[in-house]
């Protein structure tokens, strides 16, 4: 199984981004997801999640109402899109997938998870 994110890149504050996280080797469609990121000089944080089948969304506290998580099975993607961007969302941003179904307290435990993207960079500027 491989994960490829991508649609990172460098924006203003109050600018939208998309993530896109492809997944190869595995359909995605019953898996639950999620997105990281990653700080400089931080601890890597959960942001979004679907749990898999049924897919309900939770959020971090800091980005409820700004980010959405998604699923697209035809094109076997999930994506995150982030509006209303500030400078404290830059970090690089990892998807992560678990087989199956998942528990809404693991959902946001990275060591849940047992594939991982390469992380995409976000920089946010004032």
């Known amino acids: 199984v491989q994960l490829q994110a991508s649609g990172g890149g460098l924006v203003q504050a109050g600018a939208s981004l998309r993530l896109s996280c492809t997944g190869s080797?595995?359909?995605?469609?019953?898996?639950?997801m999620g997105w990281f990121r990653q700080a400089p000089g931080k601890e890597r944080e959960f942001v979004a999640g679907?749990?898999?089948?049924?897919?309900?969304?939770y959020y971090a506290d800091s980005v409820k109402g700004r980010f959405t998580i998604s699923r697209d099975n035809a094109k076997n993607t999930v994506y995150l899109q982030m509006n209303s961007l500030k400078p404290e969302d830059t970090a690089v941003y990892f998807c992560?997938?678990?087989?199956?179904?998942?528990?809404?307290?693991?959902?946001?435990?990275?060591?849940?998870?047992?594939?991982w993207g390469q992380g995409t960079q976000v920089t946010v500027s004032s």
């Open positions: 992560a997938l678990k087989p199956g179904q998942i528990i809404l307290s693991a959902l946001r435990n990275d060591v849940s998870y047992d594939y």
């Open positions: 080797g595995r359909t995605l469609s019953t898996d639950s």
């Open positions: 679907m749990r898999g089948r049924g897919g309900h969304t």
